[in-house]
């Protein structure tokens, strides 16, 4: 990213092109794994047997399957996207100003630190709960969404 940024021009479209470009690999390679894995259960293969359409087959059978996985990695891929972003505009590299980012905020504090600590505290502390509070609200989806998780307890060869 940082190599990326430091060649193209910085700004807002820049910057989300790059993080895109470079994050769409990993969530592709899950959602390939997740649809080969729903592929080969029995009720799909009986749905192939029975002669189901390539769309049925994905709309119906494969896609419910993996839509709870792919939501919580999204979740908990916001706040890693998040992060990034704020690294690179505390870099410099990121938003440029006058657009707010909470990584210019507290590389700008940076200088003040001694007699006005709070430039640099108050940013860093909202983006610590956003990232926290999106990994968390991404873990708790997993628990209501996994269907072998019953009160988040996960369910080993049918007991508890």
């Known amino acids: 990213l940082i190599a990326i940024m430091a060649v193209a021009t910085p700004g807002v479209v820049t910057l989300f092109t790059v993080l ?12 390939r794994a997740q649809v080969l894995a729903v592929r080969e259960r029995e009720y799909v293969q009986a749905a192939m047997a029975a002669g189901a359409g390539h769309f049925k087959i994905v709309a119906v059978y494969i896609l419910p399957q993996c839509l709870s996985t792919l939501i919580v990695v999204y979740t908990i891929g916001l706040g890693m996207t998040i992060m990034a972003e704020s690294s690179l505009s505390f870099l410099g590299l990121g938003v440029q100003p006058p657009a707010p980012s909470w990584g210019r905020m507290i590389s700008g504090g940076i200088a003040f630190m001694r007699t006005a600590p709070w430039l ?4 860093g502390l909202v983006l610590t709960m956003t990232v926290c509070s999106l990994n968390l609200l991404g873990d708790g ?12 307890v996960k369910i080993i060869r049918g007991g508890l």
Request: aromatic share 8%.
């Open 120 to 123: 640099t505290l108050f940013p």
């Open 20 to 31: 895109g470009v470079v994050g769409w690999a990993a969530m592709a390679r899950l959602v």
């Open 141 to 152: 989806l997993r628990d209501i969404l996994d269907p072998k998780m019953v009160q988040g």
